[in-house]
């Protein structure tokens, strides 16, 4: 598609110094989560592995969800009911109470054993917990049985943070998208939003709406037909619409019901070189924390293809991003080595496409620290494709402008063709980068990143 090649820089930095015990690769999972499922890597056959293998479902999410609509709207609150994570975890974050970093909570979704011959059948067959918790348990006099395992994606509401969605997005299996039950519908970013799942070609949404302990049951009924009459015509044209309440956990198990049975688990690629998209990283270190204890950078993020085991030989493309004296990029790959894997705090052998998973390496953090390694693509060595400085795309323009608040009665304003040397903002995969327009051709276009 582009024509356009980066110059690689020699060399590919030395291996960090080795990480203590957390680089014994040898080793099954460790015996503190002896509740879950165990990982062997000597016994591994990857051509045998599922999306609902008991040894990959115990211990990571295999299907990403991504929460998606208006600012305020209730998204990280229904996270926090259905995983019992807050993923509202930054000072700025709490002060201002709105999310502005992608959030990532993981929760296993249970069923009850099948009710016996003459029982009357009750509510609540399918409840939430966190990842850690055993795949199967006795609650109530019930047996229940672990059957999907979910990572949600926690997106920003707010309009100046919709790149930061759209990186949320490049992961997302599914959505649920919230509409606050107290407000008209639609609100500016509840527009800007499906139509972003739309362009990403989500085809499941589950339509929750919130906050119904707010509002009359009048009122719920004709906010109910306002969606109806919203969502005719997309993605989510049949979505089912369910009344909840995040704070008061109203409904959440009904949620937790439709996500197991109304959203299937996607067909996954195990065998092909593994491909992991980078949507959040991290330095683990603590300030003033002694040389000799110094751990490597983490990664976060989701595997797109193939299987990332603890041990393999990592490369991270584009890594270190440099202009020559003439001003020509330069890309310099890193190269480093995987010493541990983690769904939350579940420890990983291997990890398997779905699911959000933090990588262990031996990356210096300063190149990790807060978000720097957002975007780039990391995977096994010398299996990672070119990395181009040049784009042809065949694009679609919206005919209107999403998620600008207009007036009542006016019309939204009209998208403006695309014009020769105009900067955009472009979001591949989990990047967001500007790039200019070179050259424009009916519904084709060259972009210099």
């Known amino acids: 598609m582009a024509e356009k090649h980066v110059k690689f820089a020699d060399g590919g930095g030395d291996a960090e110094k080795e990480l203590g015990s957390s680089n014994d690769t040898t080793k099954s999972v460790a015996s503190k989560q002896d509740h879950l499922a165990v990982q062997d890597l000597s016994t591994l056959k990857v051509e045998e592995l599922t999306p609902l293998t008991p040894e990959v479902i115990s211990r990571q999410a295999t299907i990403n969800i991504g929460t998606i609509g208006h600012v305020a709207h209730g998204k990280s609150t229904l996270v926090k009911s259905i995983s019992g994570v807050q993923t509202v975890r930054f000072k700025n974050e709490m002060e201002r109470n709105i999310t502005i970093k992608l959030g990532y909570a993981n929760a296993k979704i249970y069923q009850a054993d099948k009710l016996e011959e003459g029982e009357a059948p009750q ?128 409904n959440i198990d009904v949620a937790c019901e439709f996500i197991a049975r109304n959203i299937p688990v996607p067909v996954r690629d195990f065998t092909s070189a593994p491909r992991l ?63 541990s894997l983690h769904a939350e705090q579940n420890d990983l052998q291997y990890a398997v496409p779905g699911g959000l998973i933090g990588v262990g390496t031996k990356i210096d953090p300063t190149l990790t620290r807060s978000d720097r390694m957002v975007g780039q693509v990391l995977g096994t060595r010398g299996h990672l494709p070119d990395v181009f400085t040049e784009v042809e795309i065949s694009f679609y323009l919206l005919r209107r402008l999403l998620g600008v608040k207009t007036q009542e009665g006016s019309k939204q304003a009209k998208v403006q063709k695309l014009a020769k040397q105009e900067i955009l903002l472009v979001n591949i995969g989990s990047t967001a980068t500007g790039g200019k327009v070179m050259a424009v051709k009916s519904d084709l276009a060259k972009i210099l990143l």
Request: charged share 20%.
């Open 277 to 339: 998209i980078v949507i959040r990283s991290f330095d683990v270190n603590k300030p003033g924390q002694e040389v000799e204890n110094l751990l490597g950078g983490v990664a976060g993020g989701s595997i797109m293809q193939g299987v990332l085991k603890v041990g393999d030989e990592i490369e991270v493309r584009p890594g270190i991003v440099t202009k020559d004296p003439d001003g020509n990029v330069q890309c310099k790959p890193i190269y480093s080595q995987i010493v």
């Open 123 to 250: 509510m609540g067959l399918y409840r939430s917990k966190g990842s850690s918790t055993a795949d199967v348990f006795e609650e109530g006099g019930r047996t229940w049985r672990l059957v999907r395992h979910v990572s949600f994606v926690d997106c920003p509401g707010h309009d100046i943070l919709m790149a930061t969605m759209l990186n949320g997005a490049a992961v997302m299996d599914a959505a649920l998208l919230l509409i606050a039950g107290n407000e008209p519908c639609p609100q500016p970013q509840t527009s800007e939003h499906l139509a972003a799942v739309e362009i990403m070609r989500l085809n499941h949404v589950i339509i929750l709406q919130n906050k119904v302990d707010l509002v009359k049951p009048e009122q719920a009924m004709v906010q109910h037909e306002q969606i109806k009459k919203f969502v005719a015509g997309t993605v989510a044209d049949n979505a089912p619409v369910i009344p909840i309440s995040a704070v008061l956990r109203y």
